[in-house]
């Protein structure tokens, strides 16, 4: 099983996954996109992540503390460009029911 | 009594021994298949496989006396496509290679049996062979002028042909007329094949013919290589979970157009790995029929459409985290830009389960 698989299945990664997906549908938040999409060390990542929840505001999904910590653990585990990858596959799943 | 060599089991062996032309050899062993088999009758039942050094033809039943007519009939096109790079001259002494191949097989149909059945016999290929035929660059593009000789200086000269045995030269036309995918372009061309691990003919045949129908991908040759090769692991995974072929590559070769002839462009193998392991799983094939729909048929799709495509392409030649991505990066673009659907987290699962990641 691959690394990014490892990443994907995870509950923070899913759960930033999803947010970044509502910020994008809902706010049109490309910024947050890009911003993630070209990090590559662990301090434009917290920036991206820092930058990307004050831009969520208080509607949509968003997640919680627990979500952060894991988060900014992954990125120091597996590297930043594997958690942002896998961040972005989520928002490219469509939301299921409820969501 | 002596066994023959060529005795295995009750089932004649014939091989095709390797030349290093990856494109010409394939074609051998296809041809040599569809010599014997016949296309009207399909008998004897010939299976190919992979050994290799070479490629093994089992035979269950007598090899035919004569040769089926039908394999000098068919497709009119595809004859004129293998023919391609040969020019018709008004004061030309020599036969159409056409006809020169329909005379070769039939007055020679045995004697082309008989020295493929030796396990020693090697194709003469070289600069002049005796009773040779040129080895187009149609049957393999390794063997276009530009691409074995350097041209340096000031001096123009064509270069020369590599010419190849009469016998070897019938069964390898015959191979390019009747399995080869021919995939045009308006500056390039396409030519793909499966490479036989171990295939059934005649359900080979079927898969071809399947195959035939379908629009491909032409906006480049890497999504002609990608699309095809992803239909050709969806006809596999549809005939179950012991199918009677099993391919482990796509042989391609691909010429650029020019005003002139075609030139030599490139080739390779293409390993069909990635696709099977998708093909594996129900979420797998699905996420592989989604991959399908993302190669669009018309030349005239630009824009981020276009770029999806051809980073699908990319990504599916070589599954690398960068190949991914940059596909999930223009992937996503083109669903805000474009409306392009999104994924069910499961398929989109399977493919990430398979990428190259460090």
């Known amino acids: 099983m691959s690394k990014l698989y490892e990443l994907f299945s995870n509950t923070a990664v899913e759960s930033f996954g999803k947010a970044l997906r509502t910020a994008l549908t809902k706010n049109e938040d490309y910024a947050s996109l890009i911003e993630l999409d070209y990090a590559e060390k662990e301090e434009d990542f917290a920036i991206a992540i820092k930058k990307f929840l004050r831009r969520l505001g208080k ?4 997640p919680n503390e627990r979500d952060l910590d894991e988060i900014m653990k992954l990125a120091q585990e597996y590297g930043v460009k594997l958690v942002c990858a896998a961040v972005i596959s989520h928002a490219l799943a469509y939301p299921h029911k409820g969501e | 009594m002596m066994k023959s060599i060529s005795d295995f089991n009750g089932k004649e062996r014939f091989y095709i021994n390797k030349t290093g032309l990856e494109l010409f050899d394939v074609i051998r062993a296809y041809g040599l298949g569809i010599t014997i088999s016949g296309i009207r009758y399909e008998e004897p039942e010939v299976t190919i496989k992979d050994a290799g050094y070479a490629y093994m033809l089992e035979i269950e039943g007598k090899p035919p006396k004569e040769p089926d007519e039908e394999l ?14 040969f020019k018709v001259r008004k004061d ?19 004697k082309i049996l ?19 035929r040129t080895l187009y660059q ?18 123009y000269h064509e270069g020369s042909q590599l010419q190849v045995d009469k016998y070897t030269w019938a069964i390898a036309v015959l191979g390019a007329v009747h399995f080869v995918s021919w995939r045009e372009s308006a500056d390039f061309m396409t030519i793909l094949i499966p490479n036989p691990l171990d295939v059934y003919l005649l359900e080979h045949r079927e898969i071809y013919n399947e195959l035939k129908k379908e629009g491909i991908c032409r906006i480049s040759a890497t999504t002609t290589l990608a699309h095809y090769s992803i239909k050709l692991a969806i006809q596999i995974a549809k005939r179950g979970k012991a199918p009677l072929v099993k391919y482990d590559s796509v042989i391609f070769n691909v010429m650029q157009k020019t005003g002139q002839q075609p030139k030599p462009c490139g080739g390779g193998k293409y390993r069909l790995d990635f696709l099977e392991k998708l093909t594996e799983s129900p979420q797998g094939l699905e996420a592989l029929e989604k991959l399908n729909r993302l190669f669009p048929l018309s030349r005239q799709v630009k824009g981020i459409r276009q770029d999806v495509a051809l980073a699908t392409a990319e990504f599916l030649i070589r599954p690398s985290f960068e190949n991914f991505r940059r596909w999930k990066s223009l992937y996503i673009r083109g669903h805000i830009n474009e409306n392009l659907p999104l994924w069910d987290k499961s398929l989109l699962g399977e493919i990430i389960k398979n990428v190259e990641a460090i």
């Open chain 2, 92 to 110: 030309a002494k020599k036969k159409h290679p056409r006809e020169d191949l329909e005379e070769i097989i039939s007055q020679n149909f045995e």
């Open chain 1, 59 to 62: 509607e949509g999904y968003k």
């Open chain 2, 138 to 155: 149609t049957l393999d593009v390794s063997a276009a002028k530009g691409f074995r000789e350097e041209k340096r200086g000031t001096t």
């Open chain 2, 72 to 85: 000098f009939a068919g497709d009119k096109i595809k004859w004129r496509q293998i023919f391609r790079t």
């Open chain 2, 114 to 132: 008989e020295i493929h059945k030796r396990s020693d016999f090697i194709p003469e290929i070289g600069k002049r062979v005796k009773e040779g």
